[in-house]
């Protein structure tokens, strides 16, 4: 399979293609698809701010600064996701594929860019709500890949597939639930002055 096959079997094909991916592995596709939609998003992103705000930049904003910064933060994030996804389905199901996850995952951020692209073009005609929609609809599609690459590479069913997607930002959730409680109960009991 080629990177044309794969990038097009994305968009029409999804299942099979994650399928494909999570046997073969190509990792390296993979991640220079990943950094390279990043880097497209991050500079359409920028472009998109500079029309908005009429080209003004803050005092020392240095954008590639940031944006390299951002690269090594979301590409660390990547293999993190990968390997809790991973972890909890080898505890919970019983079996693992770190390196297919971590391709497919790698993969299915590439419908990204074109969310991103739409927000550009619509930033140029001035119909930014327009943009944002076509940019939350990309977002979706990218978290439906990420789970379908979840359940291919994984073998799970949908459901499980959904469960060990959502399963570590609910307990993110829940132990920022528990420590505001916390501290709001700590707070509470100081002595007023």
């Known amino acids: 399979m080629t990177i044309l096959d794969v990038l097009y079997g994305l968009i029409f094909a999804p299942q099979g293609t994650m399928r494909e991916l999570s046997r073969t592995r190509p990792l390296l596709a993979a991640f220079v698809v990943f950094v390279g939609v990043y ?3 991050y ?38 996701a990968a390997g809790v996804f991973s972890l909890l389905a080898e505890v919970i199901y019983g079996y693992g594929n770190a390196k297919g996850l971590l391709t497919c995952l790698g993969f299915a951020v590439f419908p990204g860019i074109i969310g991103t692209a739409l927000y550009y073009m619509a930033a140029l005609a001035d119909l930014n709500s327009l943009g944002a929609v076509f940019y939350m609809l990309s977002v979706f599609w990218v978290m439906g890949l990420q789970v379908l690459a979840v359940r291919e590479a994984l073998t799970l069913t949908t459901g499980q597939a959904v469960l060990i997607y959502l399963l570590p930002a609910a307990s993110a959730l829940l132990m920022f639930l528990l420590l505001l409680i916390i501290g709001g109960l700590a707070l509470s009991s100081l002595p007023l002055l």
């Open 39 to 41: 880097f497209a998003n």
């Open 43 to 80: 500079l359409l992103r920028e472009a998109s701010r500079s029309i908005n705000q009429g080209g003004l930049d803050l005092p020392g904003y240095s954008p590639w600064l940031w944006g390299t910064m951002e690269a090594v933060v979301v590409v660390v994030l990547w293999f993190v």
